[in-house]
């Protein structure tokens, strides 16, 4: 057992857990945050995609003691039903989403992935990587490749991505 101290969607949250404890059941089963989805718990789908310390990660391919003092973000941290995060808003405006399933990790995946543009990290289709990257339809598709989404709405995930991302949202 270890105490793991996380600033989860800005509360400070200690806890005590088995070392093997993944951030996505220390999320789900210690604070009872479950928007965060386990969808194939083996990092292949993205459905337990967070936000920890700024950057996109698959929630249960790591395990929350190595998140010692960091600062996570789950679906629950982004809005509120009364004032929605742009991107949920989008989603919400251009039916980003059928069963939801996915929704979460999609969401949390799409607002990082918008910050590593703007910080002008490269993908691996980014054709000048002297220059800031474009958002382009190639660029969301690829930056999102790692986030499945089995109803296959991603037109209207990139769609959704794209108005956040123009400012339109």
């Known amino acids: 057992m270890s105490k793991v101290s996380l600033t989860v969607n800005g509360q400070a949250c200690d806890l005590e857990l088995d070392n093997r404890t993944t951030l996505l059941d220390a999320l789900r089963e210690h604070l009872h945050l479950t928007g965060t989805k386990k969808g194939c718990d083996q990092g292949q789908c993205g459905a337990c995609t967070v936000i920890a310390g700024g950057h996109r990660i698959n929630s249960c391919l790591t395990l ?42 999609q ?28 958002l382009t339809t190639d660029e969301i598709r690829e930056r999102m490749s790692g986030n499945i989404c ?13 108005e956040v991302g123009r400012g339109e949202i």
């Open 64 to 105: 929350a003691v190595m998140h010692q003092g960091d600062s996570i973000t789950t679906i629950e941290g982004l809005g509120t039903p009364e004032k929605l995060h742009p991107m949920q808003a989008a989603f919400v405006k251009c039916d980003g989403f059928q069963c939801g399933y996915c929704t979460p990790g």
């Open 150 to 162: 089995r109803c296959a709405a991603y037109s209207n995930i990139i769609e959704a991505i794209s």
């Open 107 to 134: 969401i949390c995946s799409a607002v990082a992935m918008l910050d590593e543009v703007k910080a002008g990290i490269p993908s691996h289709v980014t054709a000048d990587l002297t220059s800031h990257p474009q």
